[in-house]
């Protein structure tokens, strides 16, 4: 019974990610989204903790929005939503964004003095953020590689490029 249980979680855990086409890891930070806020371990969450779960995942939906999750994915009286639910919701979310948007705002992060580059200092200070131990050659070495218009710093649309690169 135990393995009969196991495998349709498997299989509906594959279903979903081939539906929404997001990675394993994606799929993960959905999960654990889900269950930091799954307080009482239920497996239910209320519209306040959807609301804080969804925005943890970079979704800042208005009430209404939220509401309409709740309704379409909820339980009959709309109140919760199980993991199964907001896995579904989420994947499909996720899967939908435009990555050059994400890139877009994880420069604007790293970017921090809006100066429009990324140089030196702000990738030390993200590897410091990160807890990564970064050599200052290293870090220049990163600068020149990517710097292609060779102004001293990796601006957006060069950020861009090397983070399609890696999809």
């Known amino acids: 019974m ?3 249980l196991q495998f349709s979680t498997t ?3 594959v279903g979903i990610r081939q539906q929404a086409k997001i990675s ?3 799929l993960d930070e959905i999960k654990e989204a889900f269950s930091l806020f799954d307080t009482n371990k239920d497996g239910f969450i209320d519209y306040f903790e959807l609301k804080v779960a969804m925005r943890a995942l970079g979704f800042d939906l208005k009430k209404d929005e939220v509401l309409r999750v709740l309704n379409q994915h909820g339980t009959a009286d709309g109140q ?3 993991i199964d639910g907001f896995v579904k919701v989420m994947s499909g ?3 939908a964004r435009d990555p050059v948007d994400e890139f877009k705002k994880a420069f604007k992060l790293i970017d921090e003095s809006g100066s429009g580059i990324i140089t030196a200092p702000s990738l030390r200070r993200i590897a410091r953020e990160l807890g990564e131990t970064i050599a200052e050659d290293e870090i220049q070495s990163m600068i020149d590689e990517f710097d292609l218009d060779n102004d001293g710093g990796i601006n957006e649309s060069e950020f861009i490029k090397i983070m399609m690169a890696g999809n």
């Open 11 to 13: 299989q509906r855990t």
């Open 2 to 4: 135990m393995n009969g």
């Open 24 to 26: 394993e890891d994606k």
């Open 93 to 95: 979310m996720v899967a």
């Open 80 to 82: 919760k939503i199980s």
